[in-house]
């Protein structure tokens, strides 16, 4: 590589730029530092009690073990093999409910056999269960219909076969609801499940499956628009975006499209689609909401509300203090004075958080603990961002700067929760109710067209949705596959999991798989 000769410059201006060098090492330290705590560093936000004793353990040569003569550890041992017999009454090891098919196995004792059999006798019998698999489990159901002739008519009739769930479809509703539980709850790809149908000796084509995927969403969507309809009426609303792609864009290309999921305050939720990351999906989403916004740092939500309440909505923007807080955990490596006394300040905010949630106060005690215990502590650390941001040698590259600089630009939206006890204090529910996405696009990848992808939201918004409202997805399916033809289009609220635990959950239909 050719080198540079800086020697005939002037000494300011070699100071200069060996100054520039080293604030680009120090970024790249930084960026590299990072890199390596996403892939070998813990998840967990939660801050450790003594960051710099924890890493010790990494960055020092030393041994880490303890003194034995200063700290004493508790024995953890397994019972030997003495001391379980094998034949235990109960097995506690292994828990289930009534649901879970049991099939007895009757044992023979050997003493009942030969010629001392009549010196025995069976005077109780002991149980030990064992957890097992069938591999891909699919019945065919055969429908025997009697063909019944009057005897003077002479008249004949077939008893009728019971009605599909899709016209002219051999797949029982029991198929259905199971392939869209596996594709979109555990995320089994339909290529996958293809395969799994093979090798338990069914052969159909996968675009067979892909059909019934799409005619069975088509009967959930108007489900789905019902319950974010019933979303947008919430009071607050948080909201995010998501990246999927679908579509192919060129050879070997897929287009990059987004979800912009919608979290309400009764634990629903709404994965609606657009082809970009623009604001103008999100206002057409919000267009008539009335009320607070809790999102991140994304440009596109301050926008978004300062047109809205152009048209005369009434939108409150809130921030979210756990983006806030990630600013200043990058910026440990470079500034960890700074960046730890940020989030000891943060961890005393939701440490009131958490307060609350344990006392489970109300919303009026609510309000008034953050006012007293909260408030104080946002206002210092504000404070204090405010005097380290005049501090000269803190250069606009160092990630502290950007950090405080974040903060201070969003200084009224992170005091919004402080005034109305039911905004959260950060969008963590939202963030982990969409983590099916990402989820699911490890093992799919991406959505074959745009369709695809927007049936894929409105099928996760049903069944996350179950999910938060503690209802099976399976059973939730199966019982509404069946009812959406019968149910009064008027009364499509009813068929949301919201409603629909309190109406149908103890009257379930099912399938004929079910004795």
């Not at 300011?12 to 970024?27: L, N, R």
């Not at 969003?410 to 990402?438: C, F, M, S």
Request: with cysteine; hydrophobic share 35%.
């Amino acid at each position: 590589m050719k080198k540079r000769k800086i020697s005939h410059l002037p000494a300011s201006e070699i100071d200069a730029q060996y100054a520039k060098q080293a604030e680009q090492i120090a970024s790249l330290e930084h960026q590299l530092d990072w890199l390596k705590r996403q892939v070998f560093g813990r998840k967990s936000e939660k801050l450790l009690s003594n960051t710099n004793e924890q890493t010790e353990l990494f960055d020092k040569g030393g041994s880490a073990t303890a003194n034995a003569d200063s700290i004493e550890i508790k024995s953890h041992r397994r019972k030997s093999n003495k001391e379980l017999s094998g034949d235990e009454v109960n097995d506690t090891g292994l828990r289930f409910d009534d649901s879970v098919p049991q099939k007895i196995i009757e044992l023979e004792a050997p003493e009942l056999k030969g010629d001392k059999a009549d010196q025995f006798e069976i005077i109780d019998y002991k149980e030990q269960v064992r957890l097992a698999q069938q591999p891909g489990s699919y019945v065919v159901l055969i429908y025997r219909k009697p063909v019944v002739r009057h005897k003077t008519k002479e008249t004949v009739r077939t008893v009728p076969t019971p009605n599909t769930v899709l016209e002219g479809c051999y797949a029982d509703v029991s198929v259905l609801a199971g392939i869209m539980v596996d594709k979109t709850v555990y995320h089994l790809p339909l290529y996958r499940q293809h395969q799994r149908m093979l090798d338990a000796g069914i052969k159909l084509s996968r675009a067979t499956l892909t059909n019934w995927i799409q005619k069975s969403i088509e009967l959930l969507t108007p489900i789905y628009q019902a319950q974010l309809e019933h979303i947008l009426q919430s009071k607050i609303l948080a909201m995010d975006e998501v990246p999927i792609k679908a579509g192919r864009k060129s050879k070997g290309k897929m287009k990059q499209t987004y979800y912009w999921p919608i979290y309400g305050e009764q634990d629903e939720i709404a994965f609606t689609w657009s082809q970009n990351r623009g604001f103008l999906h999100a206002k057409n989403q919000l267009t008539g909401f009335n009320g607070t916004l809790l999102t991140d740092c994304y440009a596109a939500y301050t926008k978004t509300v300062n047109q809205l309440n152009e048209q005369n909505q009434s939108v409150t923007h809130a921030s979210c203090w756990a983006h806030c807080r990630r600013y200043f955990e990058k910026s440990l490596k470079m500034e960890p004075e700074l960046a730890e006394y940020a989030l000891l300040k943060i961890t005393d905010l939701y440490q009131v958080e958490q307060h609350i949630r344990d006392k489970q106060l109300d919303e009026q005690s609510t309000l008034e603990y953050r006012q007293k215990h909260a408030e104080p502590v946002i206002e210092a650390f504000f404070n204090w961002a405010y005097e380290q941001r005049q501090r000269s040698e803190l250069l606009p590259t160092n990630p502290i700067s950007k950090a405080l600089q974040y903060a201070d630009e969003r200084y009224h939206q992170l005091k919004v929760y402080l005034g109305d006890a039911n905004v959260p204090i950060d969008t963590n529910h939202l963030e982990r109710a969409l983590r099916v996405i990402p989820m699911g696009r490890k093992n799919y990848l991406f959505c074959w067209s745009e369709l695809g992808a927007e049936h894929m939201g409105v099928l996760q918004s049903l069944m996350v949705t179950c999910r938060l409202q503690g209802i099976n997805p399976y059973h939730y399916l199966v019982d509404v596959l069946q009812r959406v033809s019968l149910h009064p289009a008027k009364d499509v609220i009813d068929l949301t999991p919201r409603v629909w635990k309190d109406k149908f959950k103890d009257r379930l239909l099912t399938s004929d798989l079910v004795d």
